[in-house]
T-cell receptor
Framework: SAVISQKPSRDICQRGTSLTIQCQVD?????MFWYRQQPGQSLTLIAT?????????ESGFVIDKFPISRPNLTFSTLTVSNMSPEDSSIYLC?????????FGPGTRLTVL | KQEVTQIPAALSVPEGENLVLNCSFT??????LQWFRQDPGKGLTSLLL?????REQTSGRLNASLDKSSGRSTLYIAASQPGDSATYLC???????????FGKGTKLSVIP
């Protein structure tokens, strides 16, 4: 299994600003995943982050809006850029071990 | 495109009752299916993982079944307890992909 921590746990931000979310895993992993959960909706995959290469983004998500860093095998960041109220969501990172996906506690973002 | 549906959206039961949560998916070409619980303000906790070649998995009072050909999975909870109150999410991983497609979840309330 994996223990995943995220910072911050929650934040309230102003429109037009950016927020960087950190994800730390207690084991080395090849791939890390970033998901978004909008209010009342299911989780949606934003991108897959591999160490040493560019992140792979899903349809509807772009690097300029959600830049991702993956500097080593235990850490990743997701930035939500130029925020609008529509970005208010829970953002979660996850990793996979033995076919099971494990999730961090999430970052609850509110954009005013 | 894979779509995952969970019925019912919400369920309220008295303590001690057995219950079944339903999950259906449109594309039977799956790698595995995973059940999670989500508690308010917390991340997702993995409950059970069923590989595409398996029919069911059990963990304590939980039993998950998979009928890949009909695109259905059920999560059976025996002798429900107030601590089981949470939102239960079903997620499908497609064959040849690491992406999970989630349902919107079933919000379970177990009344003491």
């Amino acid at each position: 299994s994996a223990v995943i921590s995220q910072k911050p746990s929650r934040d309230i931000c102003q429109r037009g600003t950016s927020l960087t979310i950190q994800c730390q895993v207690d084991s080395q992993v090849t791939m890390m995943f970033w998901y978004r959960q909008q209010p009342g909706q299911s989780l949606t995959l934003i991108a897959t982050a591999n160490q040493g290469s560019e992140a792979t983004y899903e349809s509807g998500f772009v690097i300029d809006k959600f830049p991702i860093s993956r500097p080593n095998l235990t850490f990743s960041t997701l930035t939500v850029s130029n925020m609008s109220p529509e970005d208010s969501s829970i953002y979660l990172c996850s990793v996979e071990f033995s076919d099971t996906q494990y999730f961090g506690p999430g970052t609850r973002l509110t954009v005013l | 495109k894979q779509e995952v549906t969970q019925i019912p959206a919400a369920l309220s039961v008295p303590e001690g009752e057995n219950l079944v949560l339903n999950c259906s998916f449109t594309d039977s070409a799956i790698y595995n299916l995973q059940w999670f619980r989500q508690d308010p303000g917390k991340g997702l906790t993995s409950l059970l993982l069923i590989q595409s070649s398996q029919r069911e998995q059990t963990s304590g009072r939980l039993n998950a079944s998979l009928d890949k050909s009909s695109g259905r999975s059920t999560l059976y909870i025996a002798a429900s307890q107030p601590g089981d109150s949470a939102t239960y999410l079903c997620a499908v991983r497609g064959a040849g992909s690491y992406q999970l497609t989630f349902g919107k979840g079933t919000k379970l309330s177990v009344i003491p």
